[in-house]
């Protein structure tokens, strides 16, 4: 699991019908420091997440089809909680 931002909404006009009906969004992960971590990916959003949103973002691809309904589906990021905080404690790792 990640930690990310969402940076926004995709519309796509072609998809695996097992996709229909789903929302789709951009995400940004993000390193403990809050900095970005690499590319902004594409995640099925089992949340109802939206724009600014700090993420939890599933990149197993089973967690990720079951978490929004759909087994069986080419489905291998999803955004599947919210975080409100994060609290780093030093000497732990």
Request: charged share 20%; aromatic share 2%; net charge negative.
């Amino acid at each position: 699991m990640l930690i990310a931002r969402v940076v926004g909404e995709l519309t796509a006009t072609q998809k695996h019908p097992s996709h229909q009906g789903c929302k789709l969004l951009l995400v940004q992960p993000l390193n403990l420091d809050g900095s970005d971590r690499g590319d902004a990916v594409v995640a099925v959003d089992a949340v109802d997440a939206g724009a600014g949103d700090r993420v939890l973002l599933t990149t197993d691809g089973f967690a990720a089809m079951t978490s929004v309904g759909r087994p069986n589906s080419p489905i291998d990021m999803a955004v599947i909680g919210f975080i409100d905080h994060i609290e780093l404690v030093e000497g732990v790792h």
